[in-house]
């Protein structure tokens, strides 16, 4: 689950991170009223007003503005509300600003240079364990850091059972070329920044930048949070900032149903029961030379209600020329989940306007191919890979 940037900053100085204040607004009125609280609390009558969407590269897009007066205050948050936010990591649509962070200006007058790094926290797949990948080019797309000089990027990674070390996050430091009060500031920065990781159960936590302020202060100016969506029963109060206007509307749908699923640019959708599976007829659509529309895990009870909810959710996107259903009747009987693909048929009637096919192997999997041959619904059978294959080729050639 991702979260926006003044979330993400609670979470972070809930731990002891350090971090750039700011205060929410919905609309430019509350803006006025963020910026001179702030204003009272900072002493400063400058503030950056940032669109908060789930994407990066705001800046970039318009999504990022100083304002050195209340009257720009006003202004510039009423261009970016309900601007539709085009960034490197949106679509040509961009995303609509619902909100604005507005946040103390923490660049002090003077710093023409300031320091500015990279660090996130994520897990190394490659080794299973977490680590601290860091730079001294803050401020810049990490990529292209990586790509022109990755001299540059340094990683550390953490044993899990011995958590971060001391030692480490004094690497860190020394490796960013810090030294007396910021050397131990840094310190005590990656030692919080890591602990609100671990004990957030997140995914990801990059801040870029990271800054090194001209009185040797380190705080984070950006937070993008990534949290374990497997881990959010362990979090309630973290559950609750899932903000479903970021997200996409098909997912939203399949997720109140209890299904699991991904919206993908293919052409063919898919019905699975098991992720091992699913992720295997993707492969078998690729091989047929389709493109896998969806990741849809239907789970181990497929009655008519939810395979009729799946169709619908399925065939929501323009994009899906057919459909493939996959279903390995282990827990549940193939035939019963064929008798629910033919109520389903019957029930949504004219609303399915793709090819079915559909295989079903295992327990019962010959009454499951009997009874879908004799419904008389335009369903295509299968009992064998290959032959599910053959039949979504023939399809999408026709």
């Not at 009423?78 to 539709?84: C, P």
């Not at 340094?154 to 007396?180: C, H, M, W, Y």
């Not at 549940?332 to 004219?350: E, I, P, S, T």
């Amino acid at each position: 689950m991702n979260l926006h940037e003044y979330q993400g900053k609670e979470i972070l100085n809930s731990f002891g991170v350090r971090i750039q204040r700011g205060i929410v607004a919905n609309t430019p009125e509350e803006a006025v009223d963020a910026a001179k609280k702030l204003t009272e609390e900072t002493g400063t009558g400058w503030h950056v007003i940032k669109a908060q969407v789930h994407a990066g590269g705001r800046g970039k897009g318009g999504g990022v503005k100083l304002a050195k007066n209340l009257d720009e205050v006003k202004s510039i948050s009423n261009d970016i509300l309900g601007m539709m936010l085009v960034t490197p990591q949106t679509s040509a649509e961009g995303k609509l600003v619902n909100q604005i962070l507005i946040a103390e200006d923490v660049y002090y007058p003077g710093d023409s240079e300031p320091n500015e790094f990279y660090m996130s926290v994520l897990l190394n797949r490659a080794t299973g364990r977490n680590m601290i990948m860091y730079s001294t080019e803050g401020g810049m797309d990490i990529e292209a850091v990586a790509e022109e000089t990755p001299h540059l990027i340094f990683t550390e990674e953490i044993d899990p059972a011995t958590g971060l070390l001391p030692f480490q996050a004094r690497k860190v430091a020394f490796n960013l070329g810090l030294s007396g009060a910021a050397f131990k500031e840094m310190v005590k920065f990656v030692t919080a920044l890591y602990t609100a990781y671990v004990k957030s159960d997140s995914a990801l936590f990059e801040i870029n930048p990271v800054l090194k302020t001209s009185d040797d202060k380190i705080m984070a100016v950006d937070a993008k949070v990534t949290l374990d969506d497997n881990a959010l029963f362990r979090h309630k109060d973290y559950a609750a900032m899932r903000d479903e206007r970021e997200e996409n509307p098909i997912e939203v749908e399949a997720r109140a149903a209890g299904l699991n699923y991904v919206d993908l640019d293919g052409n063919v959708g898919c019905m699975v029961n098991g992720a091992g599976l699913a992720m295997g007829t993707m492969d078998l659509i690729k091989q047929a030379g389709g493109d896998p529309a969806n990741f849809l895990d239907v789970g181990g009870t497929a009655d008519a209600q939810r395979v009729e909810t799946a169709f619908g959710i399925i065939l929501k996107d323009p994009n899906v020329k057919a459909i493939l259903v996959n279903i390995f009747g282990g827990i549940v009987r193939c035939d019963r989940v064929a008798q629910g693909v033919v109520d389903a048929y019957k029930n949504m009637g004219d609303k399915i306007n793709v090819p079915i096919i559909c295989r079903l192997q295992g327990t019962n999997a010959k009454e499951a191919k009997e009874l879908i041959d004799n419904s008389g619904m335009e369903i295509i059978s299968a009992t064998e890979f290959q032959e599910a294959a053959d039949k979504v080729q023939e399809v999408l050639e026709s």
